[in-house]
């Protein structure tokens, strides 16, 4: 306990620990991704797959069971996570506490630097977002277990769904930069393969939010031409 609490001190413990809970998240988006995909199979499709979801392992753990056990990693990920970018970023403004008087970026790319905004962005997103279509708190005339019918009913206002695509922009940013550090941090981005995984992470954070836009992008064009 001395150890890991000692390892936790250090800014390469807090980087791992960053590390780590992102990875929980990258996991759970590509997983998430892939679900949504049975929109495109239909109704039956996807609300067959949220309910296996809520079914899956009830034997032994209870309807949701497995649900919950997941909501709580991810939850207590999340948190962890906010909570590691907080303080390395006091770190790094307390070994800088004189602002440059010119700002230049010199290594660090766009998605770098937007990492902490784009954080905060998502961590709003996910708010909104679970307010529309877990609890339907946020969603006038929201279903459980209808899926299908959520999504439609939701990506119907054009403005949610453009609110939508931009939140996937953020998380591609937030993805490209974040997969890589990842590596960095748990030391896999050695040589001779770098450069490929380099292009691994960059195809990871393209691939998976633009598979989650392809939903409210056709609910867009489906309204457009009344299909
Ligand atoms: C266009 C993008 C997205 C769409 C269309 C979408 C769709 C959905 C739907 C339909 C549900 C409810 C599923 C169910 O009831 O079984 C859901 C839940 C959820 N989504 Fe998304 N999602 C999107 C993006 C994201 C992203 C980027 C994240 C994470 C950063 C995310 C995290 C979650 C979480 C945590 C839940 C709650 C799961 C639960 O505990 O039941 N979603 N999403």
Redesign the pocket.
Known sequence: MVGVLSFYRTTIGKKVIMAITGGI?VLY?ML?MFG?LKFFQGAEAIDGW?HF?RTFGQEVVGYEGV?WLV?IV?VVSLVLHVWMAWQLSRLSWASRPVKYSRRRWLAADFSGRTMRWGGVF?AVF?VI??GQ??TGALLNGFQEGE?YR??ILLFSNNLIAAF?ILM?IV?ALHLNHGIWSLFHSLGWNTYPSKSLKHRLCQLVAIAVPLG??L??ISIVLMGVMNV
């Open positions: 998240w988006v998430h949504n949220a979801l649900l909501r991810l998502i996910l977002h679970i279509l877990t899926v959520n999504l939508y996937m998380l989650f836009a939903v409210p």
